[in-house]
């Protein structure tokens, strides 16, 4: 389906402009259930690559928690590419799907275990619960 933003172009900046970075629904979520575990943790180690989310210093082991549409998950249908202005679309996701893999990359190698969370997993609260038990006891 092709379909044309339905905001002028200073209403859509001024939308997206209000999109969050940090304290996200999904992430207070991933949270939650990750201290109801028991687990004490950080929130948004600056000193870390790619600020983590969450940081759990005493297991060694960092989660993200990922926006499907910003962090290009795969397969996702909340990650679709806007029809519109392509180009400008393409390099900034692709920069940040690159840049995600980077910052991963560097904390393994500092001996991190890293997880990554995504905004679409959150909606189904059971399975998020079965996939952060497997990485934490893990």
Not at 55 to 84: A, D, E, M, N, Y
Not at 97 to 106: G, S
Request: charged fraction near 35%.
């Amino acid at each position: 389906m092709d379909m044309t933003d339905v905001f002028c172009r200073d209403k859509r900046s001024w939308i997206m402009s209000r999109v969050k970075g940090c304290d996200t629904k999904p992430e207070k979520l991933v949270r939650s259930l990750v201290h109801r575990m028991g687990f004490r943790f950080r929130i948004h180690r600056r000193d870390l690559p790619g600020n983590p989310d969450i940081v759990l210093p005493r297991h060694g082991k960092i989660i993200f928690v990922h926006g499907c549409f910003w962090h290009g998950h795969k397969g996702c249908q909340r990650s679709k590419r806007p029809k519109t202005n392509t180009s400008f679309w393409n390099k900034k996701l692709d920069e940040n799907i690159i840049r995600d893999k980077r910052f991963q990359k560097k904390l393994r190698r500092m001996g991190w275990k890293v997880l990554v969370v995504w905004q679409c997993e959150t909606r189904k609260p059971e399975q998020l619960l079965r996939k952060l038990k497997r990485f934490l006891y893990e």
